[in-house]
């Protein structure tokens, strides 16, 4: 099979491995003032890339960031609803971001929900939300933008996974939310294979970063966490955008199938 995408980068210079003018990057899940979509768009736009972000029900957030993305880094900025767990929504966004920006250089699945509840006292409805949202949501735009990678012979593929697809945490009771971003991890490592010729595919698993999505946990459970990282706190999301930038840019060429776990460091026990 011909490997359209294994060319050595012509760079040399890491500044120059790192930079992402002339390309274009869309991130989902961009909407929230602190969340990671916004910090690695934020990666992105420093870099030089043009910015497409979405929005679920926080249009107004969207809106703002993408002011900011223009105001303070110059570059091209645009948002769009999707609703990752609808396939049209999915498809209409990546036919609009071609047919405006003409191709897609990276995309950056971060859309995700969390689970409220375990499997014994929480309906099927809530099982299958988590499910719908964070793993077939992520094959959702697979799907669509993988297309579009194949018919250029290029893109970046990054999964914003989670460190609780690698553990089932404790005291929580998200065993749906494990699951779905347990999936992520594998459909990262499976679908690096299957785009072998024409993309690369990766994804990053944080760990406790605060960022809103977790501001419903209470102090005695924040204390237990921050008990158990190595290094004593949450990670704020500007802690990984350098990681999103990598895998985006020619600085990762050789890099596929990999997961960068960010958590201070829970895991590694
Ligand atoms: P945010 O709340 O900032 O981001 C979540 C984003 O997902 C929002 O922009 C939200 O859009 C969007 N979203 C939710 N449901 C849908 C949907 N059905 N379709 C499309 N978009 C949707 O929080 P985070 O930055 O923390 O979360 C980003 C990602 O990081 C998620 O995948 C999360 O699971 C993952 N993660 C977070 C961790 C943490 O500790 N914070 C740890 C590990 C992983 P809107 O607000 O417009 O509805």
Known sequence: MEVKNNAVPKADRLMDLFSLKGKVVVITGASGPRGMGIEAARGCAEMGADIVITYASRREGAEKNVEQLQKEYGVRAKCYKCDVSQVKDVEDLVANVVKEFKKID??????GATAQGGVVDSSYDEWHRVIQTDLNGTA????????VFKEQGFGSFVITA????????????????NV???GCIHMARSLANEWRSFARVNSISPGYIDTGLSDFVDEKTQKLWHD??????????????GAYVYLVSDASSYTTGADIVIDGGYTCR
Do not use: W
């Not at 990276?106 to 859309?111: K, L, R, S, V």
């Open 162 to 177: 989670s460190m609780s697809g690698h553990i089932a945490n404790y005291p929580q009771e998200q065993t749906s939310y």
């Open 228 to 241: 158990m990282i190595p290094l004593g706190r949450d990670g704020q999301a500007k802690e990984l955008k």
């Open 106 to 111: 990276a995309f950056i699945a971060n859309a």
């Open 180 to 182: 779905a971003k347990a």
């Open 140 to 147: 959702y735009c697979a799907k669509a933008v993988g297309a």
